[in-house]
């Protein structure tokens, strides 16, 4: 399968931080999604990007499709507590397959 | 709201046993999921399905198999569980065949001993 890698693996952040996180692959996609997972819970969809250089905004958090179609990055913007969670990348080659990262681990302290 | 329910949350198995993940979707989906999650590893795809009857492997179907007999249950069976599948599994569904956006359930964690 695909193997796309996520960093950084985890975060220690203070509240009100901002944070940065990417997602790269060998490989090229037609979409990339971002999803956030609570604790004990399932992953939820955040932000979804369909072409090259797309910029998406989702409240505080916001999204880039990558010019090379290989890279996605995940703004976060004046962190609080209920940011916690794991972040992943989703990419989709052709068909309905997604590939998901290994996730960003996010700790926000209060 | 789409709701995806998976029949246990916590499960711990002996090596050997079948297992049986039982996962029910409510919207009318046709497309469900397989997925197990491991640290460091992400989300892994074991199995998915199309249609009713109708099953296509992920990346990793070794050690499983799945059943869809009607639209809104997806099964994954572990014919005879090994300590290697202790995981988190996750279902999803999705819409259509097209459709990017996937609905999780809240996942299972099997501890196998």
């Known amino acids: 399968g695909q193997q796309l890698n996520q960093s950084p693996q985890s975060m220690f952040i203070q509240e009100g931080e901002d944070v940065s996180m990417n997602c790269t692959s060998s490989s090229i996609f037609n979409t990339w999604l971002w999803y956030k997972q609570d604790p004990g819970e399932g992953p939820v969809l955040l932000i979804a990007?369909?072409?090259?250089?797309e910029l998406t905004s989702n409240g505080r958090l916001t999204a880039q499709f990558g010019i090379t179609r290989k890279d996605s990055f995940l703004n976060i913007s004046a962190s609080i507590p209920s940011d916690v969670g794991i972040y992943f990348c989703a990419g989709q080659l052709d068909g309905n397959q997604f590939y998901f990262g290994t996730g960003t681990s996010l700790t926000v302290i209060p | 709201d789409v709701k995806v329910t998976q029949s246990s949350r916590y499960l711990v198995k002996r090596t050997g046993e079948k297992v049986f993940l039982e996962c029910v979707q409510d919207m009318d989906h046709e497309n469900m999921f397989w997925y197990r999650q491991d640290p460091g590893l992400g989300l892994r795809l074991i199995y998915f399905s199309y249609d009713v009857k109708m099953k296509e492997k992920g990346d990793i179907p070794e050690g499983y198999s799945v059943s869809r007999e009607k639209k809104e249950r997806f099964s994954l069976i572990l014919e005879s569980a090994s300590t290697n599948q202790t995981s988190m599994y996750l279902c999803a569904s999705s819409f259509k065949r097209e459709s990017y956006e996937q609905y999780f359930g809240p996942g299972t964690r099997l501890t196998v001993t």
């Open positions: 990007l369909y072409k090259a250089g």
